[in-house]
T-cell receptor
Framework: EPEVTQTPSHQVTQMGQEVILRCVPISNHLYFYWYRQILGQKVEFLVSFYNNEISEKSEIFDDQFSVERPDGSNFTLKIRSTKLEDSAMYFC??????????????FGPGTRLTVL | AQKVTQAQTEISVVEKEDVTLDCVYETRDTTYYLFWYKQPPSGELVFLIRRNSFDEQNEISGRYSWNFQKSTSSFNFTITASQVVDSAVYFCALSEALYFTGTASKLTFGTGTRLQVTL
C-alpha cells in the first residue's frame, strides 16, 4: 500500500541553524501539507501546497518557514533559523485532490526536530 | 472559525470494555468533513474514518463504530470490546470543503483523547 515517507526520523540542531525536512508524498496525490505537533499537544496545520504553490498557510508559518517541491517526488519544509520553540514533531501529509470527492489526508511517520 | 473539542483528556478501561470517545465540533460551513485519526505510542497518525456533513449514516467497521449527529454537532467514536492494542491517542479533526474543487482543505484537530487499555 502506498504511503507517505519522511526523512530524517529525528533531527537535532543548534538554535539559529537551518534545517530541511523531507517528505515523499503518495505518488498520485496532488495536495501536500505540513503539520506540527509540539510534545503532548494537538496537531497544528502549517501549510498546504498545490500546483507548485502555497494554497493556504497558518499564522505559525512565518517568514522563517518555506516549502518547496524541488522535483517530481519530494516535498520539503525549510526552517531558516531555528528557535527553541520549533522543537516538535513535523508531519507531512498528502491527499488525492479529486474534484467532487471528500479528500483524506494520509500522514507520514513524522520527523522529530529537537532544537538545542 | 472551526473548532474541535475533545473534552476527555484521558480514559482508562480494562480490556473487553466498550469505550466511547466524544468529539464536538464548530463550523460555519454547511459542507465539511470529519475525521478520526489514531496516534499509537510509535507516534504516527493513522487515518481511521472520514465523514461528509451531508451523510449522517452511522458506520460500523469491525469493533469500531461512529455516531455522527449534526443536531448536536457531535461525531463520537466507540470501540467495542477494547484491546490493549487500542491504547493510543485518538484525534478528531474537521475540514471545510473547498467548493471550487470539492476537496478538503486543512485539518483542524482536537486536543486528543488518550485511551489506556489494561489487562
Amino acid at each position: 500500500e502506498p504511503e507517505v515517507t519522511q526523512t530524517p526520523s529525528h533531527q537535532v540542531t543548534q538554535m539559529g541553524q537551518e534545517v530541511i525536512l523531507r517528505c515523499v508524498p503518495i505518488s498520485n496525490h496532488l495536495y501536500f501539507y505540513w503539520y506540527r505537533q509540539i510534545l503532548g499537544q494537538k496537531v497544528e496545520f502549517l501549510v498546504s501546497f498545490y500546483n507548485n504553490e502555497i494554497s493556504e498557510k497558518s499564522e505559525i508559518f512565518d517568514d522563517q518557514f518555506s516549502v518547496e517541491r524541488p522535483d517530481g517526488s519530494n516535498f520539503t519544509l525549510k526552517i531558516r533559523s531555528t528557535k527553541l520553540e520549533d522543537s516538535a514533531m513535523y508531519f507531512c501529509a498528502s491527499s488525492l485532490g479529486t474534484s467532487g470527492l471528500a479528500d483524506t489526508q494520509y500522514f507520514g511517520p513524522g520527523t522529530r526536530l529537537t532544537v538545542l | 472559525a472551526q473548532k474541535v473539542t475533545q473534552a476527555q483528556t484521558e480514559i482508562s478501561v480494562v480490556e473487553k470494555e466498550d469505550v466511547t470517545l466524544d468529539c464536538v465540533y464548530e463550523t460555519r460551513d454547511t459542507t465539511y468533513y470529519l475525521f478520526w485519526y489514531k496516534q499509537p505510542p510509535s507516534g504516527e497518525l493513522v487515518f481511521l474514518i472520514r465523514r461528509n456533513s451531508f451523510d449522517e449514516q452511522n458506520e460500523i467497521s469491525g469493533r469500531y463504530s461512529w455516531n455522527f449527529q449534526k443536531s448536536t454537532s457531535s461525531f463520537n467514536f466507540t470501540i467495542t470490546a477494547s484491546q490493549v492494542v487500542d491504547s493510543a491517542v485518538y484525534f478528531c479533526a474537521l475540514s471545510e470543503a473547498l467548493y471550487f474543487t470539492g476537496t478538503a482543505s486543512k485539518l483542524t484537530f482536537g486536543t486528543g483523547t488518550r485511551l489506556q487499555v489494561t489487562l
